[in-house]
């Protein structure tokens, strides 16, 4: 007989989110803030970026959880995201932090992304892996995706990485132009937090 598994719940309220990057650190506190979990960083916590040398988003989200979980005694939330084009075989995908240089110059990257992309097909999709780790290594995985296609110039200041020059399908706006509440009504990352919060909050 099928058995359906059934996710670790978050017992406590207090997680430290296991990431460095400024931009990912500001959408993920602001999607569980309505929900009352105290929330520390990485940083906060004097952990480390660990290296992330996964094959998938999920594997690196799971590397990151476990190692800032084990560093901290504290469940960890990480998220492994990046921006997958088909016609560049996937790329930049889960190297899209990398393609930005040690200067993490994201207008490099997308003039890169967009420069190889030619006249081939620009569509596109960002895809987010969060990972919730316990200290005894348990991990819980959820993803979302969202499609879209790539513009150029950039358009708009807000959100960060890739976002000024994503426009998501049916839309007009780049993630840049668009007000953070209507990124996160849609995004990848909303997605994977909407599956990781009804499997893992507290009620
Ligand atoms: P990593 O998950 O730390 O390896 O980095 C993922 C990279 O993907 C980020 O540095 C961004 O460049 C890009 N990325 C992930 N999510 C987003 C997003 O919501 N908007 C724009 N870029 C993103």
């Known amino acids: 007989m099928a058995r359906r598994t059934v996710a670790r719940r978050l017992e406590g309220r207090r997680l430290v989110i296991a990431s460095h990057n400024q931009g990912k650190l500001r959408e993920i506190r602001e ?13 906060e916590h004097g952990v480390p970026e660990p ?12 590397i990151k959880a476990r190692a800032v979980s ?3 005694g504290l469940p960890a939330l990480s998220d492994d995201s990046g921006l ?9 995908g889960i190297h899209s932090a990398r393609w930005a240089g040690p200067a993490r110059d994201f207008g490099l990257a997308m003039k890169k992304v967009i420069e190889m992309l030619g006249a081939c097909d620009p569509a596109a999709h960002f895809n987010c892996a969060l990972a919730l780790a316990w200290p005894d290594g348990h991990a819980e ?16 200041g807000h959100g960060f990485g890739y976002d000024p020059i994503f426009v998501p399908m049916g839309l007009n706006e780049t993630f840049g132009e ?4 209507k990124k996160h009504a849609m995004s990848h990352r909303a997605r994977a937090f909407a ?3 009804d499997a893992c909050l507290p009620r």
């Open 178 to 181: 668009m007000a953070p509440e």
């Open 31 to 43: 999607l569980l803030a309505p929900r009352h979990i105290a929330v520390g960083s990485a940083a």
């Open 70 to 72: 084990a560093a901290t």
């Open 84 to 92: 997958v084009v088909p016609a560049l075989g996937g790329e930049p």
């Open 141 to 156: 995985i959820f993803e979302g995706r969202i499609d879209g296609t790539l513009v150029w110039p950039p358009r708009g």
């Open 195 to 197: 599956l990781f919060a």
């Open 51 to 62: 290296e992330e040398d996964g094959e998938s988003f999920a594997a690196n989200a799971a």
